[in-house]
């Protein structure tokens, strides 16, 4: 079935960039330029720190000490800290790029990292406040609102099912040998800034290609326009959200929209952690899962939130 769905969708690129080179070099150069402008400088860094933090283990005692302070309210290993923090302040991939490196290193258990990469996989404030709320929808004043509605349902879900099913596939699956405690050298470095590219790059080529796809479903023949603006920002976050603010619809909908369509992180952004997972074998399957729950939960507080 997969290869199929597949199979459709590749073959239906090739066919629009074909028919429509214009259209598709646009759409391609729109997720180019938003990728170089706003997600390289914006996430590169972090994607090279977090590696070397993580490789490196710089951050052992000061995740401890905090565990200290959050366990009886989020009940999360001292591993679980800094990935948790990481995935809601630096943003989508690197939460679950984070967890998986952890688990793939032995460091963190399955069971926990499968809870955990759902829910710290969310996109960053920075682009939440100035692409989304300043510039596409322009308004700014919605920012704290909009960062409450959007990051404390899938806190909420976690602590919840984390609580119900304690230590459930709690086992350590050691892969990698884990660097010594403190242990930071230019090797180290190195290997920070080559799978810090490889990330982005990565991210990058998925951009383009669900950019192009989501341009595509714009020009499908629906005549409800909350519908083909849903679809598009289910397909791309991006585009989807300039399509949304563009549509002739009351803003309390493209409000709300938006709003699920961030909490969702659309296909492009599940083809993307998946591809940051696939080593560590987590279960894309509850990803989607979680990600549809925390959707509706947000989309709900924006309808209830006045």
């Given at each position: 079935?997969?290869?199929?769905?597949?199979?459709?969708?590749?073959?239906?690129?090739?066919?629009?960039?074909?028919?429509?080179?214009?259209?598709?070099?646009?759409?391609?150069?729109?997720?180019?330029?938003?990728?170089?402008?706003?997600?390289?400088?914006?996430?590169?860094?972090?994607?090279?720190?977090?590696?070397?933090?993580?490789?490196?283990?710089?951050?052992?005692?000061?995740?401890?000490?905090?565990?200290?302070?959050?366990?009886?309210?989020?009940?999360?290993?001292?591993?679980?800290?800094?990935?948790?923090?990481?995935?809601?302040?630096?943003?989508?991939?690197?939460?679950?790029?984070?967890?998986?490196?952890?688990?793939?290193?032995?460091?963190?258990?399955?069971?926990?990292?499968n809870r955990l990469f759902a829910i710290?996989?969310?996109?960053?404030?920075?682009?939440?406040?100035?692409?989304?709320?300043?510039?596409?929808?322009?308004?700014?004043?919605?920012?704290?609102?909009?960062?409450?509605?959007?990051?404390?349902?899938?806190?909420?879900?976690?602590?919840?099912?984390?609580?119900?099913?304690?230590?459930?596939?709690?086992?350590?699956?050691?892969?990698?040998k884990a660097a010594p405690r403190s242990?930071?050298?230019?090797?180290?470095?190195?290997?920070?800034?080559?799978?810090?590219?490889?990330?982005?790059?990565?991210?990058?080529?998925?951009?383009?290609?669900?950019?192009?796809?989501?341009?595509?479903?714009?020009?499908?023949?629906?005549?409800?326009?909350?519908?083909?603006?849903?679809?598009?920002?289910?397909?791309?976050?991006?585009?989807?959200?300039?399509?949304?603010?563009?549509?002739?619809?009351?803003?309390?909908?493209?409000?709300?929209?938006?709003?699920?369509?961030?909490?969702?992180?659309?296909?492009?952004?599940?083809?993307?952690?998946?591809?940051?997972?696939?080593?560590?074998?987590?279960?894309?399957?509850?990803?989607?899962?979680?990600?549809?729950?925390?959707?509706?939960?947000?989309?709900?507080?924006?309808?209830?939130?006045?």
């Amino acid at each position: 079935m997969k290869k199929i769905v597949y199979s459709i969708i590749l073959s239906t690129l090739v066919f629009y960039i074909l028919c429509f080179p214009k259209d598709a070099i646009q759409a391609a150069s729109f997720g180019l330029v938003l990728w170089y402008t706003k997600m390289l400088p914006t996430l590169l860094p972090f994607a090279i720190l977090s590696y070397i933090f993580v490789a490196s283990g710089l951050l052992e005692t000061p995740c401890r000490l905090l565990h200290r302070c959050i366990k009886w309210l989020i009940p999360v290993s001292p591993e679980g800290v800094y990935p948790l923090f990481a995935g809601f302040l630096f943003g989508f991939p690197l939460g679950s790029k984070i967890t998986a490196q952890l688990v793939e290193e032995g460091r963190m258990s399955y069971g926990e990292g499968n809870r955990l990469f759902a829910i710290c996989n969310n996109i960053s404030p920075v682009f939440i406040s100035g692409f989304i709320l300043q510039t596409s929808l322009q308004r700014p004043d919605l920012t704290a609102k909009t960062l409450l509605i959007l990051y404390l349902p899938p806190l909420f879900y976690f602590v919840i099912t984390a609580r119900l099913f304690p230590g459930k596939e709690d086992v350590m699956i050691p892969q990698k040998k884990a660097a010594p405690r403190s242990q930071i050298s230019f090797k180290i470095i190195d290997a920070g800034i080559m799978s810090g590219f490889e990330t982005l790059t990565r991210l990058g080529g998925y951009i383009m290609l669900f950019a192009i796809l989501s341009q595509i479903v714009t020009v499908l023949p629906f005549q409800n326009p909350a519908l083909s603006s849903l679809l598009v920002g289910i397909t791309e976050i991006t585009n989807g959200t300039s399509h949304l603010a563009k549509a002739p619809l009351p803003f309390r909908e493209i409000y709300l929209l938006t709003v699920f369509c961030t909490a969702l992180g659309g296909l492009s952004g599940f083809a993307q952690t998946a591809s940051m997972v696939r080593k560590a074998g987590l279960s894309m399957g509850s990803y989607v899962k979680t990600k549809v729950i925390c959707s509706l939960m947000s989309a709900a507080l924006a309808v209830l939130l006045p």
